[in-house]
């Protein structure tokens, strides 16, 4: 199986910055897209950002100019950095990954998501 596993939330004034990283882990032959979305109380689920393989990066519109996603794909692992952070980015924060995994001798692609967690912006 694969497990996601994210890091770096936490408590922060209006303003301020943190940076989330989430590891992939388990029988893993490589991953496509890697990305971050979000869900705050009472709110559906929305993208926050996408890196691919190559590096590609998209961002939802609320926080362009303000986060940057990257990955290191030799640690399996993709980072979030979170500047100028806002109350409304209050939330729990959920690592996606696109993984082809290895399984009875073939290889399948899946999504796979982590626990999320949360980051909360205090006015």
């Known amino acids: 199986q694969v497990q996601l596993v994210e890091s770096g939330g936490g408590l922060v004034q209006a303003g301020g910055s943190l940076r989330l990283s989430c590891v992939a882990s388990g029988s893993i032959s490589s991953i496509n897209d890697m990305g971050w979305h979000r869900q705050a109380p009472g709110k559906m689920r929305e993208l926050v950002a996408t890196?691919?393989?190559?590096?590609?990066?998209d961002y939802g519109g609320s926080v362009k100019g303000r986060f940057s996603i990257s990955r290191d794909n030799a640690k399996n692992t993709v980072y979030l950095q979170m500047n100028s952070l806002a109350p409304e980015d209050t939330a729990v924060y959920y690592c996606k990954a696109n993984v082809n995994r290895y399984t009875f001798g073939r290889v399948v692609n899946s999504d796979y998501w982590g626990q999320g967690t949360q980051v909360t912006v205090s006015p």
């Open positions: 890196v691919t393989r190559g590096g590609n990066t």
